[in-house]
């Protein structure tokens, strides 16, 4: 046993690229493809067990629940072009269903913004981009240290040498590999990430409610989703309810237990109102998740930070709005800032 264990930490391989990016969602997966368009060798580096990031899904035989990113804008030329080519390859679709704004008295119901979502999945479109790149799942980067060679980089399973990295991580993340001391270290220190407690359910009947889901201000829900009435997800009465960053913030360690109690009262509390006089459907608690780094507060910062004297840059959406496409238009400017 002692022998075996000896030979795992010595024989861990050490591979080589022209550049490493870590971690394969919008941002990691745009900046990989951009690279390898542009003629690199490229390895994307990634912790969980598939792509997508914050994008994500959350799919069982009895229902699906998009329990991060719930949809996408597209308004830059370059993220529209982007869009069109998921489009024509059936990746994402529109999402034209009534969205509603509750603020605690009056709902106001409109279909007015132009918004998809990726189909069958939010992270459909990054499923696609990662299967033509190398992409290594499982894979958490543990360490990273400049030398006069490059970039070495050590993960959970492997060590990988490369003239060339990006750091496609939520800002606190991104800031935990990086050198104390260095700019980039200061820079991911400077920007601050909101937490969100999200709360999958089903319910047993139809709701029948006139919109397909609704910014809540009031109370501590920030967003109530009917995940059903987005395209190509067909099975279930699916909801997924999301916290304030007020709340989930203030209760960020409570038990998961706790979370679901508090955010199924407060979706009863909201509903009461929305369909009053009714006998709610029984509603089941599917799944509670806390994303950590849900996303960024406003702060001044490039798109994406570059610095090519030292092969390093980094990307993600805290760089710009804190949506996707903003870490999209970071993955991309990385690429093209660090290989260009
Ligand atoms: C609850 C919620 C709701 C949202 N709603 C919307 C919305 O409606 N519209 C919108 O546009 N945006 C929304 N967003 C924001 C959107 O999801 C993000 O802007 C976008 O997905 C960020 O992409 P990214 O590549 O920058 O980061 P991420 O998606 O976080 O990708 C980072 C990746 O790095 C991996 N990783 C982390 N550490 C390591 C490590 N040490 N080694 C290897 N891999 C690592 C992670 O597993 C992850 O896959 C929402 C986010 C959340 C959480």
Known sequence: ??????????LKSIN???LVVVGAGMAGLAAAAQASAMGK???????????????ATRAKEDGCWDHGAQYFTARSTEFRAQVQQWLDAGLVAPWREPIAVWDGEQLSVSRSRERYVGVPQMKSPLENRA????VFYHTQVTQVQQSESGWAIETNQS????????????????????????????????????????????VE?????PFAAAFVNDGFLSWIAHNNRKPERDTGECYVLHATAEWSRAHLEAAPEFVQTMLLEEFMRVLAHWLPCQQLPPVHVRYVHRWRFARATEHDAPAAAV???QGLALAGDWLTDARIEGAYCSGVAAAVGLCG
């Open 16 to 18: 080589e690229c022209d």
């Open 205 to 209: 009947r139809p709701l029948n409610l």
């Open 41 to 55: 060798r490229v390895c994307v580096l990634e912790k969980s067990g598939g792509p997508g990031g914050r994008m």
């Open 159 to 202: 060590q990988w040498r490369a003239p060339n990295l990006i750091l496609a991580l939520p800002a606190p993340q991104s800031q935990a590999l990086l050198p104390a001391g260095s700019a980039a270290h200061a820079l991911a220190a400077s920007a601050i990430m909101e937490p969100c407690w999200a709360l999958l359910l089903d």
């Open 1 to 10: 046993m002692q022998l075996l264990f000896v030979e795992s930490v010595f």
């Open 307 to 309: 610095l090519p004297e």
């Open 131 to 134: 299967a033509g790149l190398d």
